[in-house]
């Protein structure tokens, strides 16, 4: 079993929280820059 750090995990749940209402995203740059404004 691996284990993640708490900031790891609140960072993907913001990511996931962020792309959520995006149901389909125009390209994969899109989707980095998502990403990177989320983090």
Do not use: C
């Amino acid at each position: 079993m691996i284990y993640t750090t708490n900031a790891i995990e609140r960072t993907i749940k913001e990511i996931r929280k962020r792309l959520k209402p995006m149901n389909s995203l125009s390209s994969l740059e899109a989707a980095e820059k998502v990403v990177y404004l989320t983090i």
